[in-house]
């Protein structure tokens, strides 16, 4: 069974940094594309970013330069750092991982997510 448990939330001014973390249990992440999103309240959730099994990396255009996605394989944990944040970032963050190494940016394309950390931005 596969399990991604997020953490790294909180609340922080605008301008400011966090580093979320996507904690896998039953697959290793190396082997399978992994990614971020993020659902802001009244509206549907929508792509962060992600990392393939070979290690490319995506980003949406609205946090690109802002983030980075990045993974410790020995630890089997996903990070997303952040920095300028805005109040427009406030949001449920998700992790989830896709069953191929290759994935695009829909959501369909991944199967297990994890249950999701706050993130709110102060103005």
């Known amino acids: 069974q596969v399990q991604l448990v997020e953490s790294g939330g909180g609340l922080v001014q605008t301008g400011g940094s966090l580093r979320l973390s996507c904690a896998a249990n039953?697959?290793?992440?190396?082997?399978?594309?992994m990614a971020w999103f993020r659902q802001a309240p009244g509206r549907e959730r929508e792509f962060v970013a992600r990392?393939?099994?070979?290690?490319?990396?995506a980003y949406a255009d609205s946090v690109k330069g802002r983030c980075t996605i990045s993974r410790d394989i020995p630890k089997n944990t996903v990070y997303l750092q952040m920095s300028g944040l805005k109040p427009e970032d406030t949001a449920i963050y998700y992790c989830?991982?896709?069953?191929?190494?290759?994935?695009?940016?829909?959501?369909?394309?991944?199967?297990?997510w994890g249950q999701g950390t706050q993130v709110t931005v102060s103005s």
């Open positions: 989830a991982s896709s069953s191929s190494g290759i994935a695009r940016s829909l959501q369909q394309n991944y199967e297990y």
């Open positions: 039953g697959r290793t992440i190396g082997n399978y594309a």
């Open positions: 990392i393939w099994s070979g290690g490319l990396t």
